[in-house]
């Protein structure tokens, strides 16, 4: 799915996921590579020249603008 229709990403418990869209439809994730353990986290990139990495556990929220 194009992160262009993601409004919000909110992580539960590490092995669980809602994500809400754009056009207001929910989606549960459980379970799968996307939200599991085999998820090894998130890098965020800025205009510094190395992205940042946070853990896939460490992950609360996501919100995209």
């Known amino acids: 799915m194009p992160l262009r229709n993601v409004k919000r ?30 998820n090894q986290g998130v890098l965020i990139f800025t205009e510094k020249s190395k992205p940042a990495y946070i853990p896939w556990d460490e992950v609360k929220e996501i919100q995209l603008n």
């Open 9 to 38: 990403i909110v992580v539960h418990s590490g092995e669980a996921a809602e994500v809400y869209l754009v056009n207001g439809e929910k989606l549960s994730l459980k379970e799968s590579q996307d939200v599991g353990e085999l």
